[in-house]
């Protein structure tokens, strides 16, 4: 496997230009020759269809819900980062880039980041032409506010739903092109394969949720925005759909799987209360704008937070870390929280949790203020909880919340794979080994609306319009793969549930390749999955037929999937010896801060498919550093 | 706790044209329910007992389960997301609900959301509506910058508190007359507040409210009970709104423009 | 004309052509009132107010034109968009319940319809003359052949008369107490401020004007009005 990331020459503020200026036009009269498969509706995959129809191309786009305003881009939070600099504290596109190559503990490709930086201000504009009502001033102008990992105030926001909002925007602009009749939208739809004509990407195999049917889509290029793989640990704050599948089928074609173990933990989501729990909800970062994280100085102190005197608290991330306090890395924050639950000074019933306390912003800044910037947050943690958060503090606890890993991609966004561009949360590209906040809605649309109508146009250039259609012998290979799974899924008739096996395996995960990870348990993680794998083939329970909306056989071929990936994902630990970013390995750290091994691991891991019951091939993408120089990440 | 469930099973896809129902209410009786439990993890826990008994489990749309992607959606005991007001069935705990509780719980009712199975319904309506002009017409990369046009900050306010409907259709399965006016409205008070929004606003309303009429809603008659369930609590104000830019956009419309309007 | 049949047959057309005709149905209903409560300050006045209309019949029947148009369009649209709304409904729940709807919001069809029974008798009644012509002929006898006082009072003195005219009023009631907020908000008059203050007046006026109504209908029966001998 080649690992080209073709970034172009010259000095890093003039790549994205040169990139632009060498990439090859498609004559526009052409344009709608040229057919582009968009799997994904979420900021990427939204923001690329919209883009790409506008531009000539038929598109054709999927999803699994039920509609594309669903994706899970619709829980983001928090905000997103441009470095628009109007608050005048000091940002600019360098510091943006800084940030967040620092933030990512120099494991990111130095030219992404960089173009990512110069692209944020663009989407500003474009989401707020779009009708994205942003927090706004008194005088008319948008409001911002600090997130984790930065001193400047660089993220924009709305009320406590930007992700719904950026993605409404982009939804806005896809719906008009459907309209149009540009694109066309196949909801309730999942991509269970990638079909390769002469080696390269040229459609897809589809299965309709509804009816059942098993399909094929040809076109020229795919392009995949399929989203992140938190839920292989089960429980995450990621929504229940979000799957591996259709990078994992990808990778299972040839494409290269990049970082599978950077897996970031946020630190600020509501404790699980009971085994009954499905997924675990996110009470998003800009809390700590305000809020004082905190536990009690002496173990299995179980007085309420309202009778523990002052001095008898430790506002732990404000004496860790001096300088950046209740705002430091993601990363950081949630260690450091595990340490002090470790330490048994965690509060609540199960000792997993750590105080969020208003206390002091509410009495600074009055009650009103903090709704108006929290309101929702705090209903939405009041009706899950049945506790007020004006009155007492939150309870909150580390928990799975995004993927750096993923498909490995060149500086076009084009996989191992010619003709297969990967976006959004699905690639691997920017956020290196641990993600800043408010960033990963930057990148989906950054990808979507600004990186990929470019560079796909590079690659079709260079290929014949249409010349693959839906009889090739290749797509009837592929398409009875896939039927052969959905029945094979149907006939084991065991005795375990698909959510059983499921569980199992986010139990391995969470214990072995969770919040810190060492090598006997990553070890031991490599030998209970292919059991549990072994036993899920053996044994599961999946009733009801494939001619129908049928969800626990969609479930079974996303939990299939996990299984097979959740392995890569510990092999991947486990090859990594250092502990950089959201990957912790215990044997390499000085008092709980992760130490890097730039002599060894300045890469980038990108796994190989060997085949069936094959150990997959690791390569390496060496990292330079030539603008910002490595540097021990500190916070204090 | 210990529930009593009531719940419409449904195999087969019913359509527009053919509402004929193989359908019909199930009785379930379920033990080990925690308070804490949400009501879609309630569901599951049933779907578990289901699937141990060779039943097929009971379908029902969700993603997020945390009350923004609006794919969620039951009515519980004749109210849609359930007795607590601004909430999402996902988001609605088990804690509100009296040990021993008979609840009744079916999927959305009108002509425009078919049945797809069991408690899963076809929204896609709603999505035809906002491709009939929910949007502003701006291609990517044609944008100003973002502080070009100040927007008033009340005027922000209130094109957000329109812009956070999240989509479950509740509105309409409130609705005595399945009416989609909130949604509609929400979709037209959204851009009509913002200064982008409002160049297109006559087309937009026509539109809209030609395409919602095509889907097959209902008509409101001002019951206000869609203002009721909506989830995100949007105000029947945006449907009040809705009819002032209709009037306003026919009223002001060239005998030229005549065609505009059409169905999407 | 397409413009206005068009405007018409779209779902908001339709509301506001409820609202529109509501509104001048209103307005009859008041000025009728008005009308009628000279009843209570004897014959004179009543019988001048009648002959005041009768002596201008081209006004006359252009009031009566408009209002039996206002009225059927009225009647017309609010059968159009009741049908169309159950269609809209094609599967009842299993369950039903209500939040915040109104009873009087919910049968606004019911009350419609009953309306429309009680103004084809009322025709009938005094227009006409064919349910009662006993009473309707001593209305041409005096005050120059529009002795309505005679008329009216004659028939309110049958208790069953009176008692079917004040129930009735209940309707009457009933429809304008979520007619008249309804017709504001349809006309897109609606603000946090004033739109519950519009919801109470909406009651008031309703009340009033049925219980106006009422009082007329009772006005023998009490001994407020004497029967003209
Ligand atoms: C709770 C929460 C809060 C967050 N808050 C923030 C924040 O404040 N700021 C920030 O920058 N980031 C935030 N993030 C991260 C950010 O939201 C996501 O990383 C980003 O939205 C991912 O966008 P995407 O388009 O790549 O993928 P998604 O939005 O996940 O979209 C995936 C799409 O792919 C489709 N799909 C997936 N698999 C298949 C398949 N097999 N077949 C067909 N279709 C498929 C889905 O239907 C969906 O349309 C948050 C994440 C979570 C979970
Ligand atoms: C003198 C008699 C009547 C008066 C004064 C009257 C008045 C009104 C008013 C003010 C409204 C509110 C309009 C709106 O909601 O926008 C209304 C609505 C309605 N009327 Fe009447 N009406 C009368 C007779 C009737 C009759 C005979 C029917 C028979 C069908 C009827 C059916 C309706 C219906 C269905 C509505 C509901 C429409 C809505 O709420 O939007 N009305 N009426
Ligand atoms: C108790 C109350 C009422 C009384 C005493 C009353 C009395 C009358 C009388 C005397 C006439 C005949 C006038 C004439 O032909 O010389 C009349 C006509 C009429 N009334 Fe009433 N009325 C009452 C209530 C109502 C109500 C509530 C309505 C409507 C809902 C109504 C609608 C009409 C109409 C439509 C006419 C015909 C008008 C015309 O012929 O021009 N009336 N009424
Ligand atoms: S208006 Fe409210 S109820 Fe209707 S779809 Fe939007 S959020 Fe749901
Ligand atoms: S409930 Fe229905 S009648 Fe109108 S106000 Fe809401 S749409
Ligand atoms: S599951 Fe997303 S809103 Fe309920």
Redesign the interface.
Known sequence: MKLDARIPAGPIQGKWDARRFELKLVNPANKRRYKVLVVGSGLAGASAAASLAELGYQVECFCFQDSPRRAHSIAAQGGINAAKNYRNDGDSIWRLFYDTVKGGDFRAREANVYRLAQLSVNIIDQAVASGVPFAREYGGLLDNRSFGGAQVSRTFYARGQTGQQLLLGAYAGLSRQIGLGTVKMFSRTEMLDVVLVDGHAKGIVVRDLVTGEVRSHAGDAVVLATGGYGNVFYLSTNAKGCNVTATWRAYKRGAGFANPCYTQIHPTCIPQSGDHQSKLTLMSESLRNDGRVWVPKQQGDKRRAAEIPEHERDYYLERKYPSFGNLAPRDIASRAAMQVCDEGRGIGDTGLGVYLDFRDSIARLGKDAIAARYGNLFHMYAKITAEDPYSRPMRIFPAVHYTMGGLWVDYDLQSTIPGLFVLGEANFSDHGANRLGASALMQGLADGYFVIPYTIGGYLAGQKAGAVEVDRPEFQTVAAGVADMTRKLLSIQGKRTVDDFHKALGRIMWSKCGMARNQAGLEQALREIPALREEFWRDVKVLGSAATLNQSLEKAGRVADFLEFGELMCRDALERRESCGGHFREEWQDDGEARRDDENFCNVAVWEHAGPEQPPRRHTEPLEFENVHLAVRSYK | MKVTL?I?RQSKA?SKAD?A?DGS?VRYELDHVSPDMSFLEMLDVLNEQLVHQGQEPVAFDHDCREGICGACGV?I???PHGPERGTTTCQLHMRHFTDGAEI?V?PW????FPVVKDLVVDRSAFDRIVQAGAFISVDTGAAQDANAVPVAKADAERAFDAATCIGCGACVA?C????A?LFVGAKISHFVHLPQGRVEREQRAKKL??A??HE??????????C???CPKEI???V??????E??RA?IREE?AA?SV?GHG | M??LF??WR???????TMAITGVLLFGFVVAHLLGNLQLLSGPEALNAYAHFLQSKPGLLWLARIGLLAVFGLHVATGIR?AR??R????????????????FA??S?VFSGLTLLVFVIYHLLHFTFGVTNPGDFARKAMGAGGHDVHAMVTASFSVPAIAIAYAAFQLVLFLHLS?GI??LA????????RYTPSIKVLSVVLAALVAGGNMLLSFSVLTGIVRVAS
Request: glycine share 8%.
């Open positions: 009531h419409w019913s509402f129902q209410m009515v005991d004749g109210v009744h079916e009712r009108a002509a425009a409130a005595k007359n399945a009416s006016m409210v030609a919602m009429d097959g809603f209902g008509n409101c008659t001002n019951q206000y009970e203002e009721a369930v105000p029947v104000r449907i009040a709104e809705m009819n002032r209709f009037v026919r005998p005549k309007g | 397409k413009w068009d405007f779209s779902s908001v057309g339709g509301k506001v968009l169309a709304n269609a809209a409904r094609p599967v009842p729940y299993a369950m039903e319940d209500t939040v915040q709807a109104t919001s919910r606004m979520h907020q309804s908000q349809t006309l897109g008059l609606h603000h946090a």
